[in-house]
């Protein structure tokens, strides 16, 4: 018996080793029925970075991120998880990887009934045989690296917008995840609150060196905490820019992300 077929399965299934990139998505193309979102995506993700999807309303950055915490099989291309294929994971393998993934959506979907600390709680008691007297211990110690130690006992209903999106975050840094991955993390925060939550951000990634991706389109936080990224574009649904928003908007030559960058119009834009 030859090797062959196993060599193939080999290279099929490994990213190219870089012990530096822990996400890489290879020549990636996602769509829902028969419309493609994106297609041909290729980008990779450092640890410990800051990593932004770009790119005007519509482009696609939340499918892109649904995919890339296994909510979204793609219709082409490879997502790496370290030197994991994830989709050709059996699913068993996708949850364990999935487990190491903290997820904060737009609307963190705080359960109305459990207090704050009861919500954080949950995917202790979930995933964990952390006992209960630790599992509060644990939980105090993600309020208070969020600032909400004092909100334990609230009810979601008791809390404004920001202190919401920061009791998601502590849920979303329960299990001590390898990467986080935040859908808009300002959307309708005010710009101090909104700046806050940016500082907490860069906290967090450089207290617990945890890897960050955002789908985003507030330029101020673009410019102020991220490393890297991939700007999507609307009409080519394909990649048309790849490095940080500073870089992007000082030496990018393509009008699209020029124009987004500088907050200009379009010339046939409205
Ligand atoms: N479940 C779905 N079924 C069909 N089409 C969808 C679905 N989810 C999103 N889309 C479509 O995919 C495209 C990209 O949507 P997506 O939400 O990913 O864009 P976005 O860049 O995140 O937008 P925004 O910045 O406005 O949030 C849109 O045309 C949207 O209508």
């Known amino acids: 018996m ?16 870089d012990p530096d990139i822990i996400l890489k998505v290879q020549n990636m193309t996602l769509g829902f029925g028969s419309k493609i979102v994106q297609h041909d995506l290729n980008f990779s993700i450092k640890k410990g970075s800051i990593f932004a999807i770009m790119g005007p309303s519509g482009c696609g950055k939340s499918t892109v991120m649904k995919s890339m915490i296994g909510l979204l099989q793609p219709k082409a291309g490879a997502f790496f998880v370290g030197d994991k294929n994830f989709w050709k994971t059996p699913l068993q393998e996708r949850d364990k990887i999935s487990r190491r993934f903290g997820v904060l959506f737009q609307n963190p979907a705080l359960w109305s009934s459990l ?3 009861e919500n954080v709680a949950l995917p202790l008691q979930m995933f964990t045989k952390i006992s209960p007297q630790n599992i509060r211990k644990l939980v105090a110690l993600k309020l208070a690296l969020v600032g909400l130690d ?48 940016d500082d907490l951000i860069l906290n967090i990634r450089d207290g617990l060196g945890t890897t960050i991706v955002m789908v985003s389109h507030e330029l101020p936080s673009l410019f102020s905490i991220v490393d890297d990224g991939v700007f999507l574009d609307a009409e080519t649904k394909t990649s048309i820019g790849l490095g940080a928003p500073e870089y ?10 020029s124009a987004f ?7 046939n834009n409205e």
């Open 261 to 267: 960058m500088n907050r200009e119009r379009l010339e």
């Open 248 to 257: 992007l908007k000082e030496h990018s030559t393509n009008p699209i992300i």
């Open 115 to 117: 207090t704050v600390g």
């Open 2 to 17: 030859t090797a062959v077929p196993n060599s193939l399965q080999a290279a099929e299934n490994s990213s190219h080793k």
């Open 150 to 197: 004092y909100a334990i006992d609230l009810y979601p209903s008791e809390l404004s917008g920001g202190m919401r999106k920061r009791a998601g975050l502590a849920r979303a840094l329960a299990l001590d995840p390898d990467v986080l991955f935040f859908d808009e993390p300002s959307a309708g925060l005010d710009p101090i609150t909104s700046k806050r939550l």
